[in-house]
């Protein structure tokens, strides 16, 4: 059985977030890099588009983690915790923070992505055009990169898909070149 329809049986075909039944997905929490059951949430498109931040925030939608955040599902109450902590300014989310318990391996994965900080304590990791680069983006290299540790050169123009940012500096990424993990410099990549 795939993940997807163990999370659609896990759901009953339900956003995990918001419940609504329209346009569900398998949603993969970040920073991980596996898909399993533990790491990955159903979501609507709505939900889905918000988090990533494709479209403007309705903060009303998400009154709806009130309930959420009591799910049995470890990646449910890290998602509903990581929007809240992202909503905390409209006073409501404070109070649902305030009840809400996390385990301190769950608390641990749910600061990974650092909404709990202030916009201008956030590491912000840019490309060499300065655009902003977000945990699973896709990014180009843009001239040949020798790999430390091996004779393995990543050519200029290669794509590295579903990237994962560096929590401690704003200058690294990682990404899978071929079969191989490795950290990249962000001044040597462009987003797509």
């Known amino acids: 059985m795939s993940v997807l329809q163990m999370l ?11 419940t609504s039944n329209k346009d569900t997905r ?8 596996t898909e399993t059951v533990d790491t990955c949430v159903l979501l609507c498109a709505n939900c889905e588009d918000q988090i990533e931040k494709k479209t403007e925030m309705d903060v009303n939608h998400w009154r709806c983690l009130n309930d959420s955040m009591w799910s049995e599902h470890v990646a449910v109450q890290i998602m509903a915790w990581r929007m809240l902590q992202r909503l905390r300014g409209e006073g ?15 608390l641990a ?3 990974l992505t650092d909404e709990h900080k202030d916009e201008a304590d956030k590491i912000i990791h840019r490309d ?3 655009v902003i680069l977000d945990n699973g983006d896709s990014v180009v ?14 050519k200029q123009g290669t794509a590295v898909r579903n990237i994962r940012l560096d929590r401690d500096n704003a200058t690294f990424i990682e990404g899978k ?8 410099i962000t001044e040597y990549v462009k987003k797509l």
């Open 128 to 130: 060499v055009n300065g």
């Open 92 to 106: 409501w989310p404070k109070d649902l923070l305030d009840m809400m318990y996390l385990d301190d391996d769950a």
């Open 141 to 154: 290299l843009i001239k040949d990169l020798k790999v430390k540790g091996s004779s393995m050169v990543a």
């Open 8 to 18: 659609q049986d896990r759901s009953n075909t339900t956003c995990e977030l918001c």
């Open 26 to 33: 398998q949603y993969n929490i970040p920073p991980s890099l």
């Open 177 to 184: 070149v071929g079969p191989t993990q490795i950290v990249i």
């Open 109 to 111: 994965i749910a600061r």
